[in-house]
């Protein structure tokens, strides 16, 4: 709901379950609401919502986790004496319940454990070929999310002086026939570093890269396209100004020697990424910058192994945790 521009109520429908916030024009229009439409249950201030345990703070923040999700995963049951063989196929049986386990974790990674995404994107690509090192995995990612809670928390912005950052990654050739895993991270952040995730992806690259620059590219330009379809929205919401540009970080210095110089690359199918890049930069639609790869948040989403300190440190706090200087360059 829209009233003199600004935004004075959001509802989210789910199914038969509906979630709603806003002033006290929009609680009218949901009284309305509730003369014609029989609510079995309300809660507010902290309540769960399809999995997701939500919960408003004094400062009127907002934290969510999973916490409760988390803890009725049930790992693949499997003989310890199988684990000596982690090359053996698993019957069509574990790899019902592998496909079924792996479809629990991807809610979870999409909703408030990003850094999970790595690993539920690698089993998940292996489930027709799955061996008894698939169950093994899954069942110690299980294990993991249920040892070591986490949660997103969502400062109140500045609205005034809001802009999109965007955080692009990619490991070349890590996966199965030469493929390479792509990844970025979307937050709205504000002038004093607060800010709150809004999209995150980590997923195979389309087409086989040729080098690290061109596995670079390709995830970088899928994290622009996903980055200028949100400013839209987050526009039309009034929670960003549509002059601002979006900042994307990289850690490829080549990436961004090659988007600042009309200099051709050899790879000339890379020339089409390249020359989308620029335009873009051309037309103050984004400011792509170098970061360094401690500070690279969406490190963790394409890699196994990869520190996530850093990430969940920025989720956890609402702080975005880079120098102000490189914020508003």
Wanted: aromatic content about 6%; some cysteine.
């Amino acid at each position: 709901m829209k009233s003199n521009g600004s935004i004075t109520g959001v509802a989210i429908l789910f199914v038969d379950d509906i979630t709603w916030a806003g002033e006290h024009p929009f609680q009218q229009l949901i009284s309305h609401f509730k003369e014609i439409f029989q609510i079995g249950t309300e809660n507010q201030t902290s309540f769960n919502y399809v999995g997701i345990h939500i919960a408003q703070n004094a400062d009127m923040s907002i934290t969510i986790d999973q916490h409760a999700y988390a803890q009725a995963l049930h790992p693949i049951p499997i003989d310890p004496s199988r684990f000596k063989t982690p090359h053996e196929d698993v019957t069509e049986t574990e790899r019902t319940a592998i496909r079924s386990a792996v479809g629990q974790l991807n809610w979870l990674s999409n909703i408030s454990r990003p850094e999970i995404s790595f690993t539920v994107s690698s089993i998940s690509s292996k489930i027709r070929s799955a061996t008894v090192a698939e169950i093994k995995e899954t069942n110690k990612l299980i294990k993991f999310v249920q040892n070591t809670p986490s949660h997103i928390h969502f400062p109140r912005l500045d609205i005034s002086n809001t802009r999109l950052i965007m955080f692009s990654d990619a490991s070349y050739n890590n996966l199965n026939d030469g493929g390479s895993q792509g990844a970025h991270l979307v937050l709205l952040a504000d002038q004093n570093n607060k800010s709150c995730p809004i999209s995150w992806s980590s997923n195979r690259i389309k087409r086989v890269a040729r080098s690290t620059l061109s596995a670079e590219t390709l995830a970088f330009t899928d994290g622009c396209d996903n980055s200028v379809f949100l400013k839209n929205l987050c526009h039309e919401a009034f929670m960003t100004a549509d002059t601002n540009s979006i900042i994307a970080f990289t850690d490829n210095l080549s990436l961004v020697d090659a988007s600042n110089t009309t200099t051709q690359v050899s790879d000339k199918r890379l020339r089409v990424e390249l020359a989308a890049i620029r335009e873009m930069q051309e037309q103050s639609e984004i400011s792509i910058r170098w970061i360094s790869k401690e500070n690279q948040l969406a490190d963790v989403l394409t890699k196994k192994g990869a520190p996530c300190n850093k990430l969940l440190s920025t989720l956890q706090n609402g702080n975005l945790n880079i120098p102000l200087s490189d914020f508003s360059q």
